[in-house]
């Protein structure tokens, strides 16, 4: 990896980051997201620093944003030990450096030590290089949603994924 990366988790005072690199994302690869550009820069500042409720981790090369992966939780108490992987982006001129792999490692060990069991997230088929990075990573495909989104006036195919967290087989 890239020498003076550092990960982090956001707080309210990182809001100023946070939306730099998550509207970089979704203006560099539009095609990735379910999210537009343009409903993320509508959002108020109340709901940007509302985002931040849920754990959400950046990389920082030189105090500027070049990467983002999010936590988000599922709230219902038979859920609860569940999560899902949200914005997940890497500036392009970093990718294949491991930052990626360091990311995912902060909040898998985020999600670890709140308790939960096991992590889920969606991909577009659109995206071969990011479903093959989640399978290194021990993630396996459990579904395919057609239409998952549309884009472009084309639709989408959502490759669903998991990976459990503990050697419990699941009950």
């Not at 809001?15 to 343009?38: C, G, K, Q």
């Not at 949200?86 to 909040?107: C, D, F, H, I, Q």
């Not at 093959?132 to 495909?141: A, C, K, L």
Request: with cysteine; proline share 4%.
């Amino acid at each position: 990896m890239s020498t003076g990366i550092i990960i982090k988790r956001l707080e309210a005072s990182d809001v100023d980051a946070f939306r730099r690199i998550r509207l970089e994302a979704l203006r560099a690869e539009p095609a990735n997201f379910a999210s537009t550009y343009e409903d993320w820069a509508a959002l108020s500042e109340d709901a940007w620093m509302q985002r931040l409720d849920n754990p959400v981790f950046a990389a920082f090369l030189d105090r500027e944003p070049v990467g983002l992966m999010g936590l988000f939780p599922e709230s219902l108490a038979k859920m609860a030990h569940r999560a899902s992987i949200m914005m997940v982006y890497v500036r392009k001129n970093l990718r294949g450096t491991g930052l990626a792999r360091e990311l995912l490692a902060a909040v898998t060990d985020h999600a670890r030590n709140c308790g939960i069991l096991q992590l889920e997230l969606v991909v577009s088929a659109e995206n071969p290089a990011a479903m093959r990075f989640y399978q290194r990573e021990g993630f396996v495909e459990y579904g395919r949603l057609p239409g998952g989104y549309i884009y472009d006036g084309k639709e989408i195919v959502d490759v669903l994924m998991m990976r459990r967290l503990t050697d419990q087989p699941v009950q």
